[in-house]
């Protein structure tokens, strides 16, 4: 059976670094692209990065482009989102899910083509 779980959430001030975990298990993890999405209370659930199988090709949203950063261990079967710089509208649950089409990442988030979603780990931030 196919399982995220995401950790590492908490309550964090503006300027303040996090950093995300993702383990999964009950499949090949090193086989899918993962991607991070978030949703923040009353907004649709954003994807905010992609990471392939191997980590040659990433995605990332506008809205953390330079800030947040996404890397993998397949040998752990994790992912990682290392967000810096964090500001007020990043506050959100944040979840974690295969890719079930592409092994690469493409420069959009199509959220139909992921799958196995985790049951996510809140980010707060307030000062």
């Known amino acids: 059976q196919v399982h995220f779980v995401e950790s590492g959430g908490g309550l964090v001030q503006p300027g303040g670094s996090l950093r995300l975990s993702c383990a999964a298990s009950?499949?090949?993890?090193?086989?899918?692209?993962i991607g991070w999405f978030r949703q923040a209370p009353g907004k649709e659930r954003e994807g905010v990065s992609c990471?392939?199988?191997?980590?040659?090709?990433?995605y990332y949203s506008d809205s953390v482009k330079g800030r947040f950063i996404v890397s993998r261990d397949n040998a752990k079967s994790t992912v990682y989102l290392q967000m810096n710089s964090i500001k007020p509208e990043d506050t959100a649950v944040y979840y974690c899910a295969a890719n079930l089409m592409r092994t690469i990442c493409s420069d959009t988030i199509r959220q139909y083509e992921y799958d196995y979603w985790g049951q996510g780990t809140q980010v707060t931030v307030a000062s």
């Open positions: 990471t392939s199988t191997r980590g040659e090709s990433i």
């Open positions: 009950g499949f090949t993890f090193a086989d899918y692209a």
